[in-house]
């Protein structure tokens, strides 16, 4: 069993930054893959990025890439989301989730955090 947090959303400016943390209270979770998914209103639920348990892979999707960083401290139980050059479509609820492998579906990932708001205001 893995427990998620998430938090560091607020309110950033187009062109701003934030950075999002997940952590994570359970036994073994650098054993986990860790995925940041976000859902808009009226939107499904869309991936974001993801890293892998071992070697530290990182997937992201076209809509952040070179903008958004995933990082993991295992010695935290942390994973964080950088993002950089904020736009306000980026504006949804952020989420964090783990599983033993990447997904790109949220169907993938058996726990998730709660979820934590960012707006991009224009």
């Known amino acids: 069993q893995v427990q998620l947090v998430e938090s560091g959303g607020g309110v950033a400016q187009a062109g701003g930054s934030l950075r999002l943390s997940c952590a994570a209270s359970?036994?073994?979770?650098?054993?986990?893959?860790v995925g940041w998914f976000r859902q808009a209103p009226g939107k499904e639920r869309e991936f974001v990025a993801a890293?892998?348990?071992?070697?530290?892979?990182?997937y992201y999707a076209d809509s952040v890439k070179g903008r958004f960083t995933i990082s993991r401290d295992n010695a935290k139980n942390t994973v964080y989301l950088q993002m950089n050059s904020l736009k306000p479509e980026d504006t949804a609820v952020y989420y964090c989730?783990?599983?033993?492998?990447?997904?790109?579906?949220?169907?993938?990932?058996?726990?998730w955090g709660q979820g934590t708001q960012v707006t991009v205001s224009s």
């Open positions: 359970g036994r073994d979770f650098s054993n986990y893959a």
């Open positions: 890293i892998s348990w071992s070697v530290d892979i990182t």
């Open positions: 989730a783990a599983d033993f492998r990447v997904g790109w579906r949220p169907s993938e990932y058996d726990y």
